[in-house]
């Protein structure tokens, strides 16, 4: 018995570059075909996400969040988690009173779909140079530059209050938040995120543990979940070199998978595992590769 089923990531809709800077894209006729793509594949999860406040409003009304209900209904398809990255620029550009209106907008519609967790990337270190990646579409810049009057300590206590307020509203829905650390962002490793749930002080706040950024950060994937257990709340699976971030299909890197995938057991970890394969070109190919290999493995060590 295979102990894990799979959820396919929402970086499979970006596979082609020019998408990650349409703030139109994915409209919902792109949904829908993905989620009906990944059903016949065989994937019991999907994530669905937005880049921008405004798509997220302007994709997710009542007639498409009820239409997509029915087809996950019917399929027995989970929604494994929100991705919306827009998070915390939408409270650094608005009012705190306009940000907590629109954050409540934004986990009550979630909660319709239903779905239990919303997650973000880090944040950008003001200074960036770049603000996409360049491995591969929204990936982690490739290196930033600090302003001369940089003060971490203020920055940090800033990045904490805006967290804070983003869980404090997905409480209020009964929504869980989960972070994902990313190479040369506000949080990068284990250890910082660590800080950040204690600083933020609530256990709603989780893990969304990326396999390659963690990876290419020099992390032992084990280890790292075993220092973060039951706060992991979401995953991106995906395999690197340990040099960059790059995010090839499981079994294509050096991820020490079966170990892996023993320290979610370990860890009673009960959620789907979900790949997010951030390679430009064909994402099914990549897709069933990663599904195909973490199937094959997962038999071997149940």
Request: aromatic residues 12%; charged residues 20%; proline residues 6%.
């Amino acid at each position: 018995m295979i102990p894990y089923s799979l959820g396919c990531g929402a970086s499979f809709l970006y596979s082609d570059p020019d998408k990650v800077l349409d703030l139109s894209y994915p409209g919902r006729d792109v949904i829908l075909r993905h989620i009906a793509w990944l059903t016949r594949e065989g994937f019991l999860g999907v994530e669905l996400g937005s880049n921008t406040f405004e798509h997220f409003v302007g994709i997710y009304d009542r007639e498409f969040t009820a239409t997509i209900c029915a087809f996950l209904d019917d399929n027995s398809i989970k929604i494994v988690q929100m991705q919306a990255d827009f998070l915390v620029p939408l409270i650094t550009a608005n009012s705190r009173g306009d940000a907590k209106e629109r954050l409540d907008w934004v986990f009550g519609k979630v909660s319709e779909l239903p779905c239990e967790i919303v997650s973000f990337s880090a944040s950008l270190i003001p200074g960036f140079v770049s603000p996409h990646g360049y491995l591969f579409p929204g990936g982690p810049p490739s290196r930033i530059q600090l302003p001369n009057d940089f003060s971490w300590s203020n920055l940090w206590e800033n990045y904490v209050e805006v967290v804070s307020l983003i869980v404090d509203r997905a409480v209020t829905h009964g929504i869980k938040v989960a972070l994902e650390p990313r190479p040369r962002e506000m949080v990068s490793t284990t250890d910082a995120l660590l800080t950040l749930f204690r600083d933020v002080g609530s256990t709603s706040l989780g893990a969304l543990v990326n396999t390659a950024y963690l990876f290419s950060q020099r992390e032992y994937i084990p280890l790292s979940l075993q220092k973060l257990r039951d706060r992991v709340y979401a995953t991106h699976l995906s395999d690197s070199d340990g040099l960059l971030e790059h995010r090839w299909a499981p079994g294509e890197g050096k991820i020490d998978w079966p170990e892996t995938i023993k320290a979610f057991r370990s860890i009673n970890y009960s959620g789907l595992l979900t790949l997010d394969v951030g390679v430009v070109g064909n994402p099914e190919y990549d897709f069933r590769q990663g599904k195909s290999f973490l199937e094959r493995l997962m038999l071997t060590i149940s």
